[in-house]
């Protein structure tokens, strides 16, 4: 009898996104006639911008060819003005397009760590980080934050504990997902003088840049002099322009070493999509005027889906100050359950919730076990409807145990 083939060990420990593992009892629920109101996900219901969606239906090419492998070289001139408007100083050279946010942060991953590094990141954090390190070969080295502190950066000590001799990097999302949060001037400050002193690469996620509230000022990883050699942005359209499905992202730095090694990874891959950097180049001539009335509509939902869950008995919720995402703890043992159990074993009015267990969004075992990520991606109404299911659903299950 033949030996059974076996898969990689990288394969075995690559984790399922707490995004999206629960979509099959979503599926189900959807099945029975029950509406879901997805909260799981950070899929806006806000149109993309016109101008975006006008490239896409007036493209007059007869051939759709490769295009550069570093990016069209219109979209990358585009995205310098863009980055020059928000007061950021960035040479078209000291940017790399991807496919992508996500393939952006994969390629940043291998080019400043090697298999068995570390990356230092603060917890929680972006659930594909954790995807990235397995593909990569690197460890996740995860610092605590808190919901009672509304995920504020602790202090320099607890950093420079985790600091060791495979250390290569600090990596932060600013504005945070899954928390919200917006990084201060001095927590950034504390972050810079930590890469200095220690010779590490600062690596800033900042897709969620346009989206912060409350006259909070948001402070780039660009804009700290003392790492200019060693600061890397990743960033993305997905989430500025409502446009999700155009995998379009960038990797920005001034250390040409780190971008004539990226690009290395980008001519393995050939080219970025070719329509797709279309559509995202007619998007850099949106006016403010279109961001201005999103972060009015997203506060407007924040300040409903907080101050519901902040009213429900035992639940710790803090208004984020950013990005379109919150952390509920609840007074439940294992969120999962009830995560599940919303999609499986409840319906109010045939209508539920789909939120993504808060877990998934950390390194530590066991941490995140009781809370939730949120995401107020949806009108005021669906909004209203889904707090309301999400309320009767925690009291159900609560009654259940």
């Known amino acids: ?32 006639g029950v509406h879901v109101y997805h909260l799981n996900i950070g899929q806006p219901d806000i149109e ?15 051939v759709i060819e490769y295009g550069p492998s570093g990016g069209l070289v219109t979209y990358v001139k585009a995205l310098a003005g863009y ?34 590094d570390e990356i230092i990141v603060p917890e929680p954090f972006y659930a594909n980080y954790n995807g990235f390190a397995v593909m ?51 927590e950034m400050s504390m972050l810079e003088g930590l890469a200095a002193d220690h010779g590490l690469f600062l690596i800033a996620d900042e897709v969620y840049r346009e989206f912060v509230y409350d006259g909070v000022e948001h402070v780039s990883v660009l804009d700290l002099p003392a790492v200019t050699d060693r600061a890397v942005l990743v960033d993305s359209i997905s989430k500025q322009y409502s446009a999700c499905g155009a995998r ?22 050939l080219c970025p999509p070719t329509v797709d950097q279309i559509a995202a180049t007619a998007a850099m001539s949106v006016p403010d005027s279109y961001f201005e009335g999103v972060r009015e509509e997203y506060v407007k939902r ?38 599940v159990f919303l999609l499986d074993g409840f319906e109010l009015d045939r209508e539920t919730v789909m939120v993504a267990p808060a877990a998934g969004f950390y390194a530590t075992a066991g941490a995140g076990r009781d809370e939730v990520r949120i995401a107020y991606v949806l009108n005021t109404t669906d909004l209203e409807k889904a707090m309301r299911a999400f309320e009767a659903g925690l009291e159900a299950f609560g009654r259940g145990r």
């Open 1 to 32: 009898m033949a030996n059974a083939v076996t898969l990689s060990d990288r394969g075995r420990l690559m984790p399922a996104s707490p995004i999206r593992k629960l979509v099959p009892y979503a599926d189900a629920a959807k099945a029975r």
């Open 48 to 62: 993309t911008p016109p101008a975006m969606i006008e490239a896409y239906r007036t493209l007059d090419r007869k």
């Open 83 to 116: 980055y020059g408007r928000v007061g950021l100083d960035v040479d078209p050279s000291q940017i790399l397009v991807t496919t992508g946010g996500s393939e952006a942060l994969a390629f940043v991953f291998q080019a400043v760590a090697g298999v068995g």
């Open 136 to 186: 990569s070969g690197v460890t996740i080295v995860p610092v605590a934050t808190r919901a009672e502190d509304g995920f504020a950066l602790p202090a320099r000590e607890r950093f420079e504990e985790r600091i060791t001799a495979r250390t290569r990097a600090i990596l932060f999302c600013n504005p945070g997902n899954p928390t919200g949060a917006v990084y201060t001037r001095e």
């Open 248 to 269: 379009v992202g960038c990797i920005v730095s001034r250390n040409e070493e780190l971008m004539a090694t990226v690009l290395k990874f980008g001519q393995a891959r």
């Open 302 to 339: 924040r300040d409903l889906t907080c101050d519901a869950l902040a009213s429900m008995p035992g639940v710790i919720c803090q208004k984020p100050r950013g990005a379109f995402y919150t952390v509920a703890k609840l007074p439940v043992e294992d969120a999962e359950q009830f995560a």
